[in-house]
């Protein structure tokens, strides 16, 4: 069957541009959560979703980075005004069940965004 | 911050050769180590969820170990193969949210 599958895989923008990454779940999956790795370091929580409730945005780096997804099952992350710093593979994963820290995520290929 | 941490960052093995590495995570609020690993150009593939201190978790020539007290986890290749060459990531999660390791990526020469 179908994993997750993000779109697109690799991403340049200029600075100050606006960018938007998809991310399709495996169906029927509850729960969905985005990360950003940056080079060199482990991916780091950015949001995470049950259903179409955002429940946990702590992560977001600042007001420039904005997560829907409005039908609980394709996501968007939106980066506004994207700066330098913002270049990152964005890891999305998915969940069958509600946050579980014991139940099995499935990842994403990622996207690779590189801001100019 | 929690401090996940996971040695060494990279490992030169020949195939055939057994390694193994580790993933340092709190002794407090534990609640998972997950391990995954991941191969260029693909996705992160979840290899073992441990909760019990003590937990031993095996797949082919894969395992795993969990001590929650001390707060680390050891993982085993047995027999490397140049197909084991990935990077490999821990991520502890304490009640709340994932913390993920920066990795250790090994490298299998045939």
């Given at each position: 069957?179908?994993?997750?599958?993000?779109?697109?895989?690799?991403?340049?923008?200029?600075?100050?541009?606006?960018?938007a990454l998809r991310c399709d779940p495996i169906s029927g999956h509850v729960s969905l959560f985005w990360y950003q790795q940056?080079?060199?370091q482990g991916p780091e929580f950015l949001t995470y979703f049950q259903n179409e409730a955002q429940l946990d945005k702590?992560?977001?780096?600042?007001?420039?980075?904005?997560?829907?997804?409005?039908?609980?099952?394709?996501?968007?992350?939106?980066?506004?005004?994207?700066?330098?710093?913002?270049?990152?593979?964005?890891l999305c994963?998915?969940?069958?069940?509600?946050?579980?820290?014991?139940?099995?995520?499935?990842?994403?290929?990622?996207?690779?965004?590189?801001?100019? | 911050i929690l401090n996940v941490e996971q040695s060494p960052q990279s490992l030169h093995v020949q195939e055939g050769d057994s390694t193994n590495f580790t993933c340092s995570f709190p002794s407090s609020n534990f609640y998972a180590l997950h391990w995954y690993?991941?191969?260029?150009?693909?996705?992160?593939?979840?290899?073992?969820?441990?909760?019990l201190n003590g937990d031993e978790k095996k797949k082919g020539r894969i395992s795993a170990t969990l001590n929650t007290k001390e707060g680390y986890s050891y993982l085993y290749i047995k027999?490397?193969?140049?197909?084991?060459?990935?990077?490999?990531?821990?991520?502890?999660?304490?009640?709340?949210?994932?913390?993920?390791?920066s990795g250790t990526k090994l490298n299998v020469k045939p």
């Open positions: 069957g179908a994993g997750v599958s993000q779109s697109p895989r690799y991403k340049v923008a200029k600075r100050g541009q606006d960018v940056a080079l060199g702590s992560g977001l780096p600042s007001d420039r980075f904005f997560a829907e997804r409005p039908e609980g099952s394709v996501s968007t992350l939106k980066i506004q005004r994207t700066q330098q710093e913002d270049s990152a593979v964005y994963a998915s969940s069958l069940v509600r946050t579980s820290g014991r139940n099995e995520q499935f990842f994403g290929p990622g996207t690779r965004l590189t801001v100019l | 690993r991941w191969e260029t150009a693909k996705s992160p593939e979840a290899l073992f969820v441990m909760t027999g490397s193969q140049p197909e084991d060459s990935a990077t490999y990531l821990c991520a502890f999660h304490n009640f709340n949210k994932f913390y993920f390791g």
